[in-house]
């Protein structure tokens, strides 16, 4: 599509990465470039995550007075985000880095056209508070649910964060959950230890989560 229909929609960025769907420059951008193209046609469909980009989006009005139409489509985790963007059912939205690399690697067609540093604090391990588990060491033998899926920076974080605690990754039960369907699980104590991020961390840590280990600390990888 065209680099114009997001000039202004780049600066908005939540995740480390605001991605592009495709790759290619319209023959039609080069030709009509000496006018103003006419956008009251277009529509451009915003992925989102948990609503982030979305509510940082309406809350500076940044949209406000644009030519072209916004559909929103939130997704609870990169990994249903980025079949939408193969599937070309969205043309720009925001994920992490590590699932942006891997699906980079994996032939998906997109392109960063913006990144930003996040805070390292909105990604963590969170055990119950009234948890028996004091340490990742402690992880050994228990199940652990990572959201939302397989590539996601929340499975990162548990990877690394066992290998410096010296635990084989075959020795913790690792189950992959939606974060809306992992959230109430976790808050009525079904779950035993739970990697995630961003809005469904900060719920949990409402209700008294406890953090054992945050993208804060010194993960070596």
Not at 56 to 83: C, D, H, M, R, T
Not at 125 to 133: F, G, H, K, Q, R
Not at 145 to 165: D, K, M, P, T, W
Request: glycine share 10%; aromatic share 6%.
């Amino acid at each position: 599509m065209p680099r114009y229909t997001w000039k202004n929609t780049a600066a908005l960025l939540t995740g480390a990465a605001l991605l592009l769907a495709g790759c290619g420059e319209s023959s039609d951008t080069k030709s009509t470039s000496a006018k103003a193209p006419d956008l009251s046609s277009v529509t451009l469909v915003l992925g989102d995550q948990a609503k982030g980009l979305r509510t940082v989006v309406e809350a500076s009005n940044a949209l406000e007075g644009i030519e072209y139409k916004v559909q929103w489509a939130n997704f609870q985790g990169a990994a249903p985000l980025f079949e939408a963007l193969r599937a070309g059912a969205v043309d720009l939205a925001p994920a992490g880095d590590t699932p942006v690399l891997a699906a980079a690697t994996g032939g998906t067609p997109l392109r960063i056209v913006a990144a930003r540093r996040g805070q390292a604090r909105g990604i963590a391990i969170l055990v119950p508070p009234d948890s028996t588990i004091r340490s990742v060491a402690d992880l050994k033998g228990r199940n652990v649910v990572v959201s939302s899926a397989r590539g996601s920076i929340s499975q990162y974080l548990l990877i690394r964060a066992l290998a410096n605690a010296g635990v084989d990754e075959n020795d913790v039960k690792v189950g992959f959950v939606l974060p809306t369907d992992a959230l109430p699980a976790f808050n009525a104590g079904k779950i035993e230890a739970w990697a995630t991020f961003g809005v469904y961390q900060a719920f949990a840590e409402q209700k008294g989560a406890r953090v054992l280990l945050s993208g804060g600390a010194s993960i070596r990888g």
